[in-house]
T-cell receptor, first 113, second 110 residues
Framework: QQQVKQSPQSLIVQKGGISIINCAYE??????FPWYQQFPGKGPALLIA?????SEKKEGRFTISFNKSAKQFSLHIMDSQPGDSATYFC????????????FGIGTKLQVIP | DAGVTQSPTHLIKTRGQQVTLRCSPK?????VSWYQQALGQGPQFIFQ???????QRGNFPDRFSGHQFPNYSSELNVNALLLGDSALYLC?????????FGPGTRLLVL
């Protein structure tokens, strides 16, 4: 049962372009939505996170857009750089304590010069 | 701050064997979660330990077991290894919803 669906699974973007990754969730009880960035040979690192009471959150070049009614959220990477090349995971969990994280399948992003 | 550390980094076992993986949480964290990440997939939750007890468990068989020590470090044990157990095993410690992951242990079962 894939509770968090992520697309696309791979993405190639030119340097300076916008990278967009989309996710959808099924469990309406989820109320914390983090994005993780993973480089080869490393564990996932928290990039940015949002709660459903906010429709958008921006941190530097990274922006999360959240649509609660559609149960969808997305990550936008502005001015994409070769150093952004990594695998990105959207995820979801319950809040209010120590909760397991449910991950999407991941998007492998390649930013070409 | 050393962050979350895991050992060993790589491990090769044969089918039917048993394996133990180790994790030390980030300083100040008292909860440890374990995840399995198959190649090309997102991490899948195995279980979580808090106060030396298993608090939550994902959809994994009883061959997967764990332990948490008084210093909050943790072990993941897998018995009767199958080829399908080959994966990156990630440990995470956290404060509330925010999880910090270690670099993982790459397990190959032959």
């Amino acid at each position: 049962q894939q509770q968090v669906k992520q697309s696309p699974q791979s993405l190639i973007v030119q340097k300076g372009g916008i990278s967009i990754i989309n996710c959808a969730y099924e469990n309406t009880a989820f109320d914390y939505f983090p994005w993780y960035q993973q480089f080869p040979g490393k564990g996932p690192a928290l990039l940015i996170a949002i709660r459903p009471d906010v429709s958008e959150k921006k941190e530097g070049r990274f922006t999360i857009s959240f649509n609660k009614s559609a149960k969808q959220f997305s990550l936008h990477i502005m001015d994409s750089q070769p150093g952004d090349s990594a695998t990105y995971f959207c995820a979801a969990s319950l809040s209010g304590g120590y909760q397991k994280v449910t991950f999407g399948i991941g998007t492998k992003l390649q930013v070409i010069p | 701050d050393a962050g979350v550390t895991q050992s060993p980094t790589h491990l090769i076992k044969t089918r039917g064997q048993q394996v133990t993986l180790r994790c030390s949480p980030k300083s100040g964290h008292d909860t440890v979660s374990w995840y399995q990440q198959a190649l090309g997939q997102g991490p899948q939750f195995i279980f979580q330990y808090y106060e030396e007890e298993e608090r939550q468990r994902g959809n994994f068989p009883d061959r997967f077991s764990g332990h948490q020590f008084p210093n909050y470090s943790s072990e993941l044990n897998v018995n009767a290894l199958l080829l399908g157990d080959s994966a990156l095993y990630l440990c995470a410690s956290g404060v509330s919803e925010t999880q910090y992951f270690g670099p993982g242990t790459r397990l190959l079962v032959l």
